[in-house]
């Protein structure tokens, strides 16, 4: 469950917000990808998807999802759907020190930057 920012009814535009993208993530396009796939899902036009970067006021489009992007993310919820908490992965410590649920996490005991 979630809710979208921004939907531009007359340019059938999806914006998902962000303050900051100095880059942008695979997870982040999912992110919008799902957002697409509800509201066409729900009979909703969407022929366009940006990212808006609030701090500088910068549109950043992307790609409707193909054929290939399709396959790609449902491989992804599949892999979600089969995740166990108890297997061990490799802990990423650049990105864990930028993530804000860091000190949250039971995988790994560095601070976030942001403290």
Request: hydrophobic letters at 35%; aromatic letters at 14%; proline letters at 2%.
């Amino acid at each position: 469950m979630g809710k979208i920012d921004i939907y531009k009814r007359e340019e059938k535009l999806l914006i998902e917000r962000k303050y900051n993208l100095k880059q942008i993530y695979q997870g982040q396009i999912y992110q919008l990808w799902a957002q697409y796939f509800c509201l066409t899902e729900m009979g909703v036009d969407v022929n366009q998807l940006a990212f808006y970067e609030i701090s500088t006021n910068r549109k950043i489009h992307i790609d409707i999802p193909n054929d290939n992007d399709c396959r790609e993310f449902i491989h992804f919820i599949e892999r979600i759907r089969n995740f166990n908490p108890e297997a061990k992965f490799l802990v990423n410590s650049n990105k864990c020190i930028h993530c804000i649920y860091c000190n949250l996490c039971d995988k790994t005991n560095c601070d976030n930057v942001y403290e």
